[in-house]
């Protein structure tokens, strides 16, 4: 092993112009530019198989998913599965970043650039533990196989049909992701809860065009007036709960004693967090903390408002249309198809006859959640204290993994979530950074981790 | 005045080659690029110069006005100023349009173009009509100055200034203005009151940036949301009636005669109007109809919504802010600035404390209202009848012209308002049109108004 963390030291300013260049490549899956999606894969190809991984794009109905794996058929020796995802969210607004978000930047130890830690950096790590072991002629301890996909920010939704078709080929004793957050740098973390996502845009709809508003306003309905009414008919406006009816069925109740834990040792400060995320002041459901609104409650958020005219000045028109774009964060055991089909009914029943309503759903993933007490999640925890000095927390989170329940459906699996990024890495924000202390501790975790896992 | 005729009817080919020079440039005022519109203003200065007119541009803290005159100091006749705007409203969408906005079109005895009927068309008629006596050294029976302006659509705010200081150059008797609607082809009208307009944009600010939507969501209010819950506080959703206290104040209630009035003899039909606009239904205060809900009810519209992500696909954020353009359109005797004090109380009063507001005052201008029996009405009743075949309606019309309130008050004379237009004309819509014949008779009106206005 020593042989390993040398080569993970001497080598690592060549990894980290490694990452710059892989940051460098977009990847923005929502804008469904397929070419741009290949290029990023095609790198990540040409990188695993210098590495002398087996390497192979596989092609879906969306964007190629990158499998590279240690295995041979000479040793039967224990099987992880390491995923991760080279797509990355838009970076809009670009006014908003210091440096280009496609232009990999260091200031103060950390790595400026749209995928820095959501999520290349961190599977870039696990990619470079795995060098180390092959280019010192270390014997891995176990095989492993990279499952590295492009579609995970627009819902992962060709990567089920991939994990079925290749169960075989990917059966394992396990998946290792990191893609998840630690609560600070001094802080590690092993999450064993993530919230589920369901997605739908609602479109309203008056007259087929932009009319005069002096010559038709007041006759008409407004699109934009109606979307605001409808929209204020799904949430109580002080305390943010949603009204929707059958919302909250089949939310898990936690104990007092799980509450409390959630908020002990590192558990971050309200007025910080406030103060981090410069609002007036936080808000949500009464009777739960800051804390408890991102993790064990479900959400509804509006991504997007469009209607009418957006540009310098004033356009006196009566806009032809107005639309919303919305994403709910749901937590064991809410489903999301049947969610999806609570908010479409509350629409049709809300909705004015003055207008026309489309609804168009998106991507859905379930909620997921673990019992922390397994072997792997044991030796996760040694790796863990050795390299960052410090017994990880157990967290639940809020953000969606949609591919951690398909590994357990699909291949029966449970996922090791052993996040690298910290809450002011900006994911899908301007700015997005990846602390490099943490890419060079989870290169030495990920090859601490591969020996922690067949004791 | 044969000869006048006559020329209308041999030159015709060439002004309506002239008129799609005209309209093929843009001349955006809500752009807010100079150069686009000086070079717009210079193309009308050019051409009046070249009908031996007396023509200046002048320039304000705006856009240029133009002045045409052929008024000179060897006799003294009465004088009248034909108003009019050179700027137009923003072409988008653009891929509703069925030619290019900036490329004139004849289709079915129709121009297709922005500002083809709103307002180069109309303003173009009648210095044709001015071209006629002139080029036909036909005496005319008065003076006339042109003063055509770039800021119409963006609220004339330096007119009323230019107004003022060139007061005794501007010295009139009447003002006339073709830039209304009249009900039909066959059905020719002369307006006798004008709403006013008053314009807003609000703001709300969460974050300093938008946050990913799993890890923050839940906690934080969400702009887009308490933006639709403050909107909706606005105005009864079912009725449309606003909610503001004092919005009202002031709002002339009509006669049951004048109600009947509006009504009569080629008032449009409800349901051809529904079904012209294309929308499910009709919409608006309870007790009034389509044409009253346009004319002599105030409004509030929403122009335009912003936030977030409005891409394909979706982005999961907490977006950092939110944003709606409003206009209300305002009746006799509402006042444009206590009506936006009233609008910024209750904002400011229903605001949640969860979000940071701002709210900026557009253009205002005020309600329109004169009595239709003086000698300049009865004129143009005189020359509409000989030329359309049929006596003018009188109307009211649901739109603005902010500098008709201000001839008032600066130069203390009434307008005329003889509008070329029709309700099918799709201004301020993709495809905006003008009727040709419309073009063709009103050159023929303006001929025919001057002798009139004199009798």
Not at 328 to 340: F, N
């Amino acid at each position: 092993m020593q042989k390993v963390h040398a080569y993970l030291k001497k080598e690592y300013p060549r990894f980290l112009e490694e990452l710059k260049e892989y940051v460098s490549l977009s990847g923005v899956s929502a804008r469904g530019d397929k070419q741009e999606m290949r290029k990023c894969a095609e790198w990540l190809l040409a990188h695993c198989r210098a590495l002398e991984l087996n390497a192979t794009l596989y092609q879906t109905d969306g964007n190629p998913v990158l499998v590279a794996t240690t295995k041979n058929n000479t040793a039967k020796k224990p099987h992880y599965i390491v995923y991760g995802h080279y797509d990355v969210q838009p970076p809009e607004p670009l006014e908003l970043w210091k440096s280009p978000p496609f232009t990999p930047t260091v200031r103060g130890g950390k790595l400026f650039a749209r995928g820095a830690s959501d999520n290349k950096g961190q599977h870039f790590a696990h990619l470079k533990a795995v060098e180390a072991y092959i280019k010192t002629c270390t014997p891995l301890p176990c095989d492993i196989t990279f499952v590295i996909e492009g579609e995970e920010e627009v819902g992962s939704s060709n990567l089920s049909l991939f994990l079925q078709k290749n169960k075989k080929m990917l059966a394992a004793d396990g998946v290792v992701i990191s893609d998840t957050n630690m609560p600070s740098l001094k802080t590690p973390a092993i999450t064993y809860a993530l919230r589920g996502i369901a997605a739908l845009e609602v479109t309203l709809r008056g007259s087929d065009r932009d009319v005069h508003s002096g010559s038709y306003g007041g006759s008409i309905e407004n699109p934009a007036f109606a979307l605001a009414h409808l929209l204020a008919t799904l949430r109580n406006k002080k305390t943010g709960k949603i009204l929707v009816r059958g919302f909250y069925d089949g939310v898990c109740v936690l104990t007092a004693k799980e509450r409390k834990a959630m908020h002990e040792g590192g558990a971050e400060d309200a007025e910080r967090y406030r103060a981090f995320l410069k609002v007036p002041c936080l808000f949500g459901e009464k009777g739960f903390s800051h804390i408890e609104h991102t993790t064990i409650r479900p959400t509804m958020e509006i991504n997007g408002l469009t209607s009418g005219y957006q540009g310098i000045g004033s356009k006196t028109i009566v806009p032809s249309c107005a639309s919303a774009k919305i994403t709910m964060r749901l937590v064991p055991h809410q489903e999301p198809q049947r969610v999806i089909t609570a908010v479409k009914k509350h629409l049709m029943a809300h909705c004015p006859k003055s207008v026309t309503m489309e609804i168009k759903s998106g991507h859905g993933a379930e909620p997921y959640l673990f019992e922390p007490n397994s072997g792997e999640v044991r030796a996760a925890e040694r790796a863990i204290k050795r390299v960052f000095g410090a017994p990880p927390r157990f967290i639940r989170e809020g953000g969606s993994i949609p591919v951690v329940t398909d590994f357990k459906k699909i291949l029966g699996v449970h996922s090791l979530l052993i996040g690298l990024a910290l809450p002011d890495d900006n994911a899908h924000s301007p700015n997005e950074k990846f602390e490099l202390a943490n890419f060079k501790r989870g290169m030495v975790l990920s090859a601490e981790l591969w020996k922690e896992l067949v004791l």
